[in-house]
């Protein structure tokens, strides 16, 4: 059973940076492809980031492409989500994801585990 702590959130003025931070326990961290996820108030959790078991292959969503970056550090079980350029409609709980996998996975029913969430607000 992998365990998944999710940690950086916070409120920030629209242009600002966030990052995102989420650690692994319980598996073998380079067994999963990783991905973080948001959902707004009223609205479906939508696919935000992905990254493969070494790092090498990423995929992004075309909202967040040139503005977000995810990487991750296999020696200490972390998956990062740097957020630039912030704007109000990034405003969501973003949740980090985890599915045994050699490739990333773009859509949530594929991960098999999830954290809590972490909330991020956008101030216009």
């Known amino acids: 059973q992998v365990q998944l702590v999710e940690s950086g959130g916070g409120l920030v003025q629209a242009g600002g940076s966030l990052s995102l931070s989420c650690v692994a326990s319980?598996?073998?961290?380079?067994?999963?492809?990783m991905g973080w996820f948001r959902q707004a108030p009223g609205k479906e959790r939508e696919f935000v980031a992905t990254?493969?078991?070494?790092?090498?292959?990423?995929k992004y969503a075309d909202s967040v492409k040139g503005r977000f970056t995810i990487s991750r550090d296999n020696a200490k079980n972390t998956v990062t989500l740097q957020m630039n350029s912030l704007k109000p409609e990034d405003t969501a709980v973003y949740y980090c994801?985890?599915?045994?996998?050699?490739?990333?996975?773009?859509?949530?029913?594929?991960?098999?585990?999830w954290g809590q969430g972490t909330q991020v607000t956008v101030s216009s």
């Open positions: 994801a985890a599915v045994r996998s050699n490739y990333y996975r773009l859509t949530s029913p594929e991960y098999d585990y």
């Open positions: 319980g598996g073998t961290f380079i067994s999963y492809a």
């Open positions: 990254i493969n078991w070494s790092g090498g292959l990423r």
